[in-house]
């Protein structure tokens, strides 16, 4: 997080990139998973609407309400791409 990161609440996290010149929308699921939804330059557009929040906090819920098993099975269906740390999943 290191100060890079506004909690915009309901499992949403706008997330500053590349030097502040990019945001990315992500989305959280019970602090185990991280899902980068959405990617924006900066210059091209402030913020994302309430409408849009909104959406994205829907998402979120959804998102955390899958079990382990679904995770797994969209990441092996490639509807999930897994970024790994340090080569570790």
Known sequence: MLGQADDL??????K???KNRHRSI?????GRYWVY??????KD??????????DFKLLAKGYASLSEEQID?????????EICNDGKA
Do not use: H, P, Q
């Open 45 to 54: 557009r402030a913020n994302i609407d309430d409408g849009e929040l909104s």
């Open 73 to 81: 099975g969209l990441v092996a269906d490639k509807d999930l791409l």
């Open 37 to 42: 939804e959405y990617l924006f330059a900066k």
């Open 9 to 14: 609440g309901g499992g949403v996290f706008k």
């Open 16 to 18: 500053r990139l590349n």
């Open 26 to 30: 992500i989305l959280a699921k019970g």
